[in-house]
């Protein structure tokens, strides 16, 4: 396995290792991101005492590198998705992330509990100007009206006047989502709940430790009754056994110098491979075009390429007159975990039956994060044993029958 890109990597020193400090808690998180950040949230709020120890900056991965769209939804369209993974499951999931942005925006974006930009001006997901692309879009709005979500299906002369591009066939504007700050939310997320996070605390190894577990860590060991790891891409390289569980595949973008405003809401578009806000500054931040080299757009390098960089400003052009030949200010990569099926993968950490392990969300972290940790903090507090997302074959209780 490939050693995890990190400016902090490199092993402790003899003295480092040798340093009798031990701390013991109830909980420990690995991981400083979204995910590991929302479960610390929850435990605290029931009272317990959380210890989160992130090797990096918090929010210096993904979760401070993605495009801050609060998103209701998959990245395939919901038919296609059912196709993939079964109706009820679908179904269960795009519920899940409409409950995650109602639970968030409740406990802490709406009346300004913490300030990261929140712009709750809908979301647009966007077919392709194709015959196809738009009949199977449009087919799962109407499936998933059917079913109570909150979304509307807009083409035509409507659609090219809240895009100002003529290049999309269709879209579903889901008017609850928005768009945010992605490093204010993690920050905030801490101060709300007041959390103790240790920066730079590289976890190196778990073992388990009496009925608890012993995380060897740079800043000292950490015995916990219960742990969670939560670091998403970087999965294989502390737990060589899930290997096989989550993938890291890279994001870029880019963002643009302040522009007159005309573009409102978040926009996903062609099965979210590009995906561009303006802010409320004017700033134009797009993302994606990782099928024009899927091959290279692998690993743990946080650096952009030319030659995605050169298709983001392609598409730029050509779907989005206005912003045409804009100068480009900053460009910049981040590493996503992708799991087998597209789902987040949970589990026991193999051997270790007191830590849990929950990675691979995918380009969904912001949709699912907040509801997942608060499952996770559930879960470890021994509240539920129940999947996250129904298993295969298993009806959540309120879906449809199979149709
Ligand atoms: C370019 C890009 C755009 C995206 N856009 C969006 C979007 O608009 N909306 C959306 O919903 N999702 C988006 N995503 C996906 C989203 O950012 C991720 O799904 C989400 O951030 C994952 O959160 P996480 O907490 O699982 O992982 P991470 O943010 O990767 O956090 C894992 C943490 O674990 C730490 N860590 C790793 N190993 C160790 C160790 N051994 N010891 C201690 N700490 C360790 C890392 O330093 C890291 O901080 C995007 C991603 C990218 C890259």
Redesign the pocket.
């Known amino acids: 396995m490939s050693a995890?890109a990190?400016e902090l990597e490199g092993p402790p020193s003899l003295w480092l290792r040798r340093h009798p400090r031990r701390r013991d808690v109830p909980f420990a998180i690995?991981?400083?991101?979204?995910?590991?950040l929302s479960t610390a949230y929850w435990l605290k709020k029931a009272g317990a005492a959380p210890l989160v120890?992130?090797?990096?900056p918090i929010?210096?991965?993904?979760?401070?590198?993605?495009?801050?769209?609060?998103?209701t939804g998959s990245a395939e369209p919901f038919r296609r998705l059912a196709q993939q993974i079964g109706r009820d499951r679908a179904l269960a999931f795009w519920r899940m992330t409409a409950e995650n942005r109602e639970l968030l925006r409740k406990e802490l974006l709406d009346g300004d509990r913490i300030d990261c930009d929140f712009l709750p001006e809908g979301s647009w997901i966007a077919a392709l100007d194709t015959p196809e692309s738009v009949a199977e879009l449009r087919g799962s709005t109407e499936d998933l009206k059917a079913e109570g979500l909150d979304l509307q299906w807009v083409e035509g002369e409507a659609l090219a006047a809240a895009s100002g591009s003529r290049r999309l066939g269709g879209a579903i504007f889901q008017p609850r989502d928005g768009g945010l700050h992605?490093v204010k939310l993690t920050q905030g997320i801490v101060e709300a709940g007041d959390l103790e996070v240790l920066t730079g605390?590289?976890?190196?190894e778990l073992d388990s430790d009496t009925g608890g577990v012993l995380l060897r860590c740079d800043s000292g060991d950490v015995r916990a009754e219960r742990a969670l790891v939560?670091?998403?891409?970087?999965l294989p390289?502390?737990i060589p056994r899930l290997a096989a569980e989550v993938r890291p595949v890279r994001?870029?973008?880019l963002a643009t110098k302040p522009l007159p405003r005309a573009l409102k809401g978040v926009w996903y578009i062609d099965d979210g491979f590009q995906?561009l806000r303006q802010l409320a500054d004017g700033t134009v931040v797009l993302?994606g075009c990782r099928d024009e080299a899927v091959e290279e757009e692998v690993g743990y390098a946080e650096r952009p390429t030319q030659r995605v960089q050169k298709a983001l400003e392609r598409f730029l052009g050509e779907f989005f007159p206005a912003f045409s030949g804009a100068s480009v200010v900053h460009r910049w990569?981040?590493?996503?975990?992708f799991s087998q099926d597209g789902l987040p993968c949970i589990g026991e950490v193999p051997g270790l039956s007191a830590a849990l392990y929950a990675?691979g969300?995918?380009?969904?972290?912001?949709?699912l994060?907040f509801i997942l940790g608060r499952y996770l903090a559930q879960r470890l507090m021994g509240e539920i044993s129940e999947p996250f997302l129904p298993a295969v074959g298993q009806a959540p209780p309120d879906s449809a029958p199979d149709r």
């Open positions: 995890v990190n690995v991981g400083g991101g979204l995910v590991g120890l992130e090797a990096g929010g210096g991965r993904a979760s401070g590198r993605n495009a801050g769209f609060l998103l992605p605390a590289r976890v190196r939560a670091v998403n891409a970087y390289s502390l994001g870029q973008m995906y993302g990569a981040g590493t996503m975990g990675a969300l995918t380009g969904h972290g912001l949709s994060s």
